[in-house]
């Protein structure tokens, strides 16, 4: 920028830079509340293309944090884009509102279930606390400037959600994809219920790490003096009660170790390290078996009277222990599936709390983590523990409580991913889908390919039911299961899903109902939020079956994207969204996430209080999302800056428009000067790019080439440059309404790129510009009216050399030569190529590097005392030796030439007393 100031006041404007930005937001907010401004936009947007956004609903529990203002926010702006871009968008938010969560806070407040309240009581007010926590939570999505269906938003507690939960479990249920079984899940002994994946994290937790014997029976097949053991490793000690087998792998060789009193089996590549550990002095014999010849050998049980066999499987490696598993069917998935292969018992002797049942030998009433000392010291006593180390490894917790889990076999409902195909559907689809980043199509793919069955059974109150009733003898489904879910469907979407726990079970069977049981258990909360596109995208006119984007954290590979992914395989037989674009996490400064627990959470409600909404929008759309997310008060002070610079672009452009009317006063391309030809043709290239970024999701894109037209085209030369047309020429000269031309076409088009950003300050500026305008500024589409295709050569010939020159000016001011730059002159030497294309500009070359004369010379006549200003160009400044109009503040041979006018220079006396002034028009 550079030091010219303007000698007349700047024309009258209603916007300005105030401090009360969060003020001035929610008297917009207010008025778009009022006017209903989403069902406008829905009505002017009636009829074009469609593009869906389907929201992931956020759980109705708690304030929102960070994480929901990111996601939030990102979906606004490709609403908003979208909308620009000539789409239909609507956009319908949602709420996730069955599930523990909200339990835990009825609970508190009002007692558990058969204890202080009974379970129809406990449900309506489950109900009544999740209509507040989204009554809160919607406030705060709106106050972040979220355009959105709020009236009519979807919550997965409606009678007609909950029913048509119910629909799409049944259509799954007729499509053979669900089935019945006692088998281990991940349970949270403080939730008392199954878990799904999704609702699983892992961290560090130190555990007992145990190398335990067990003696083979029948060892003849070894030729031995001495008694032989296999040894296992274990870091669940809790878990040997329920032991039913050691697993070997079959192609590993295994190997003798001679300790003196007896032989340890231990795997031939693990033998060494395991006897180091064991701290033995060992003779390994030269002898080696193969892991097959060793089936179906009994052992003995570290401390029980029972004997159980080797058996193969390959899950067995020597990545750790001694390549020998112990197998308890009931508590681990690979442990069951090996189980299955032998018919295994699966022994569960752990209730729903991790207690063990009174009947279990030696440890009954123990909670399971506290009887591991227990059970070290048992195997002890029975000189069976060969090593005890405590060990610190990764370890699955309920993501709830932050507790470890177990695995625990008990009686579920699953979503098979085998039994009818429907993993190698799933894997069929995945495929057809844009994943954004790319690297998102690995992930789900590997998620898939590696997931369990699907866990859809919880054992909570809060839940909408799985329907289904069950023989009590065969345990099959009753013959009339399709007709019952279209029965009990339309049941629930009356009353909602207390319909079906208050019915009797003879109201819906008649004379089949001693014969068969009616389910208690509820629904995944994820299969609730799983199967949105059947209750939410198909069940809606105004949406479509088949979504054009899902936007979540990358959390949800493993939650809603997958469990959205599998449902509607499983329902519809195809994928329920073209698109899935993932953000990233939000962290603190050093890179940490952001917890409660840490104290180092950054409240959005805070953010928008002190800075305001625009702001911390601002910050969310110039960040790479793809990554972790940095947020912390010194990056919200530099959004801040941004947004200044913005805004007092802006003001600037509006100031300088004030006067002007679109209608009346804009002049043709044609009669437009050179330079304001040049700004408009650079801001439809520009257009162009920031489009195109919007269209592929790329904001922090957007915004650096919006921050960087607004530094450098526009404050860093143009505006600068045209001050002094505005200030000097006459109200409705060509020259200034040029110039007032370009600013309109400028602020016409960057006002709209803004708005999916800046959305109030945005329609702030539009409801300021200087024409008849539509109410408001998301009621329109991208600007058209930019004319590009202009040679612009001659224009940046100039600009480029205008830092070289500046810098000379900066230099002769510090030393005291000049004040302003109008009081220098320059002189340029340049080649053929550069001396042609400036000569184009003639006397507007002198405004465009505001100084008092710019004059051009050929090459050859430099000096010694010039100065290269690039290639072809050497420049000298020097002070002006020539009068100061006291006008313009040009410094002009012909300053004191007018009588009537003694301190002005000609141009002055033209513009204030005759027609005005000509300047070189295209």
């Not at 558990?112 to 009544?128: H, Q, Y």
């Not at 810098?807 to 002159?825: C, F, P, T, V, W």
């Amino acid at each position: 920028m550079s030091d010219y100031k303007p000698t007349l006041n700047l024309p009258a404007t209603k916007f300005a830079m105030k401090a009360n930005l969060s003020n001035r937001e929610g008297e917009f907010l207010k008025k778009w509340q009022d006017d209903d401004l989403y069902a406008q936009v829905r009505a002017h947007n009636q009829g074009k293309p469609k593009f869906v956004l389907h929201d992931g609903p956020p759980y109705a529990n708690g304030d929102i944090h960070i994480g929901h203002a990111v996601n939030k926010v990102l979906k606004d702006i490709i609403v908003k884009s979208k909308s620009l871009s000539g789409f239909d968008a609507p956009y319908v938010p949602g709420w996730d509102c069955h599930g523990l969560p909200i339990e835990l806070n009825v609970e508190k407040k009002k007692g558990k279930v058969g204890v202080k309240i009974d379970a129809n009581t406990f449900r309506a007010e489950c109900r009544k606390y999740a209509d507040t926590q989204v009554a809160k939570q919607k406030v705060d999505f709106q106050r972040l400037g979220i355009l959105a269906d709020w009236n009519n938003p979807y919550l997965t507690k409606d009678f007609q959600y909950e029913a048509d939960i119910v629909r799409a479990l049944g259509k799954i249920v007729e499509n053979g994809h669900v089935t019945k079984g006692y088998k281990p899940v991940h349970w949270c002994t403080e939730c008392g219920s199954a878990l799904a994946e999704a609702e699983v994290e892992y961290k560090d937790k130190k555990s007992d790490a145990i190398d335990v014997k067990f003696k083979i029976i029948d060892d003849s097949i070894f030729k031995v003096d001495k008694s032989v053991s296999v040894v296992i490793w274990t870091t669940t000690p809790w878990t040997l009660p329920a032991n039913e087998a050691v697993a070997l792998h079959p192609e590993l060789s295994y190997v003798l170790a001679d300790t003196g009193d007896e032989y340890l089996l231990l795997a031939q590549d693990l033998a060494e390290a395991a006897l180091s550990r064991y701290e033995l002095e060992a003779n390994i014999l030269s002898e080696v078996y193969l892991g097959d010849e060793l089936e179906g050998l009994q052992v003995q049980h570290p401390f029980y009277d029972k004997q159980v066999p080797i058996v193969l499987g390959d899950h067995v490696t020597t990545d750790a222990g001694t390549g020998a598993v112990h197998t308890a069917p009931a508590h681990g998935q690979e442990d069951f599936v090996v189980g299955k292969q032998y018919d295994l018992p699966v022994n569960c002797p752990v209730d729903g709390r991790g207690v063990f049942f009174e009947d279990t030998e030696l440890l009954a009433g123990q909670f399971i983590f506290k009887a591991n000392a227990s059970v070290i010291e048992i195997l002890e006593n029975a000189n069976t523990l060969v090593k005890h180390d405590p060990l610190v490894h990764s370890y699955p917790h309920c993501w709830r409580h932050k507790t470890p889990v177990i695995f625990r076999a008990t009686p579920q409902w699953f979503v098979s991913m085998q039994d009818n195909g429907l993993r190698d559907a799933v894997n069929t689809e995945i495929p057809k889908v844009d994943w954004i980043p790319d690297w998102g199509k690995k992930r789900i793919e590997l998620m898939v390919g590696n997931r369990p069955d699907w866990c859809i059974s919880r054992q909570r109150f809060w839940g909408v039911p799985i329907t289904l009733f069950t023989h009590k003898q065969t345990d099959e489904l009753h013959p009339n299961t399709k007709e019952l879910f279209v029965s009990v469907s339309a049941m629930i979407e009356e009353n909602g899903i207390e319909a079906w726990f208050e019915t009797d079970i003879k109201d819906l069977l008649g004379a089949d109902a001693d014969d068969y049981e009616k389910a208690t258990d509820t629904l995944d909360v994820w299969f609730d939020s799983g199967v949105s596109h059947f209750a939410v995208l198909k069940a809606r006119e105004d949406l479509a079956d088949v979504a054009d984007l899902y936007l979540e954290g990358s959390d949800q590979h493993r939650g809603w994207f997958q469990s959205s992914l599998i449902s509607s395989v499983a329902i519809n037989g195809k994928v329920p969204y073209k698109q899935v674009l993932t953000h990233g996490f939000t962290v603190d400064k050093d890179g940490k996430k952001m917890s409660k627990s840490l104290g180092n959470v950054m409240s959005p409600q805070k953010v928008i209080n002190n800075l305001g909404a625009d702001i911390l929008r601002l910050w969310i759309a110039s960040t790479d999302y793809t990554g972790e997310m940095t947020v912390s008060d010194e990056i919200l002070k530099r959004s801040a800056d941004s947004y200044r610079r913005i805004r007092n672009t802006v003001r600037f452009m509006l100031a300088n428009t004030s006067g002007f009317n679109p209608a009346q006063h804009t002049i043709t391309t044609t009669d437009m000067l050179d330079l304001d030809r040049w700004i408009v043709a650079k801001t439809a290239d520009l257009q162009v790019q920031i489009l195109e970024a919007y269209n592929q999701y790329n904001f922090h894109h957007a915004i650096q080439l919006i921050l960087n037209f607004c530094s450098n085209d526009l404050g860093g030369f143009y505006l600068d440059v045209i001050k002094d047309r505005q200030y000097t020429t006459q109200e409705n000269s060509r020259a200034r309404r040029s110039a007032q031309t370009a600013l309109n076409h400028i602020l016409e088009a960057m006002v709209k790129w803004l708005s999916p950003v800046l959305s109030y300050t945005a329609e702030e500026v539009w409801q300021s510009m200087p024409s008849e305008k539509i109410s408001s500024i998301f009621l329109t589409e991208w600007y058209t009216q930019l004319a590009s295709n202009y040679d612009n050569t001659a224009i940046e010939v100039a600009r480029n050399i205008s830092p070289f020159i500046r810098k000379q000016m900066e230099g002769m001011r510090n030393d005291k030569i000049i004040g302003s730059s109008l009081d220098a002159e320059v002189d340029l030497y340049c080649d053929e190529q550069v001396y042609n294309a400036l000569s184009q500009l003639g006397d507007e070359l002198r405004f465009v590097f505001i100084t008092s004369y710019a004059k051009i010379h050929p090459l050859s006549e430099k000096t010694n005392t010039c100065i290269e200003a690039g290639e072809g160009v050497f420049i000298e400044v020097s002070k002006s030796s020539h009068e100061k109009c006291v006008r313009c503040w040009h410094h002009r041979a012909d300053v004191g030439q007018h009588a009537e006018h003694e301190e002005l220079c000609t141009r002055c006396v033209e513009n204030i007393a005759g027609d005005g002034e000509q300047r070189n028009y295209a």
